[in-house]
């Protein structure tokens, strides 16, 4: 079992950054790959960014490429994710998620978190 807590969201003007982090309990953390998804209101939770096991691969959406940066520490139990030139379009409920493997696909992953709000202001 993992339960995972997001934190750093928050209210920001475009432009702007905001660092997300996700604090992992349990020992089996560093066994699985780490996404990052968003949900606006009245869209669908939408994958933004994943991470393997390792750290070593890295998967982003298209529309965040170049801007945001997914990492993590498995000696922390820490997975972050570094949002740059933030646009109200990433105005979002972010959630950090666990699966068995990197993938985009929301079914894959069986753990998540509560979520955390970012607010990008125009």
Request: aromatic content about 12%; some cysteine.
């Amino acid at each position: 079992q993992v339960q995972l807590v997001e934190s750093g969201g928050g209210l920001v003007q475009a432009g702007g950054s905001l660092r997300l982090s996700c604090a992992a309990s349990g020992r089996t953390f560093s066994t699985y790959a780490m996404g990052w998804f968003r949900q606006a209101p009245g869209k669908e939770r939408e994958f933004v960014a994943a991470v393997s096991w390792s750290g070593i691969n890295t998967y982003y959406i298209d529309s965040v490429k170049g801007r945001f940066t997914i990492s993590r520490d498995n000696a922390k139990n820490t997975v972050h994710l570094q949002m740059n030139s933030l646009k109200p379009e990433d105005t979002a409920v972010y959630y950090c998620a666990a699966a068995g493997k990197i993938t985009p696909v929301v079914s894959d992953y069986f753990y998540w978190g509560q979520g955390t709000q970012v607010t990008v202001s125009s």
